[in-house]
Nanobody
Framework: QVQLVESGGGFVQAGGSLRLSCAAS????????MAWFRQAPGKEREFVMS????????YIGNGVRGRFTISRDNEKNTVYLQMNSLKVEDTAIYYC??????????????WGQGTQVTVSS
């Protein structure tokens, strides 16, 4: 059972930046594809980005290309989401997810509790 804990959310003005972190409890972290999803009020959960276990491949969802970057540090069991040029429509709860089989979007096996990101105009 992998436990995921997100951090780094908060309030930011449009055009600003935030970096989210997700720390995993499992020492086999390097065997998981890691992903970020988000869910805005009244909307369905949306795939943001994912990164394969050795960082070889990254998958990007709609609306964040060129602004968000995903990375991971397998020594620290942590995945990051760097968010730049934030827009009001990026406001959502951001969730970290892990899965040994997935590559891009999909229903991942393990989920964190989420961290709120609020972008003001």
């Amino acid at each position: 059972q992998v436990q995921l804990v997100e951090s780094g959310g908060g309030f930011v003005q449009a055009g600003g930046s935030l970096r989210l972190s997700c720390a995993a409890s499992d020492r086999t972290f390097s065997s998981y594809t890691m992903a970020w999803f988000r869910q805005a009020p009244g909307k369905e959960r949306e795939f943001v980005m994912s990164i394969t276990k050795d960082s070889t491949n990254k998958y990007i969802g709609n609306g964040v290309r060129g602004r968000f970057t995903i990375s991971r540090d397998n020594e620290k069991n942590t995945v990051y989401l760097q968010m730049n040029s934030l827009k009001v429509e990026d406001t959502a709860i951001y969730y970290c997810a892990a899965d040994k089989q997935r590559l891009g979007a999909g229903n991942y096996d393990y989920w964190g509790q989420g961290t709120q990101v609020t972008v003001s105009s």
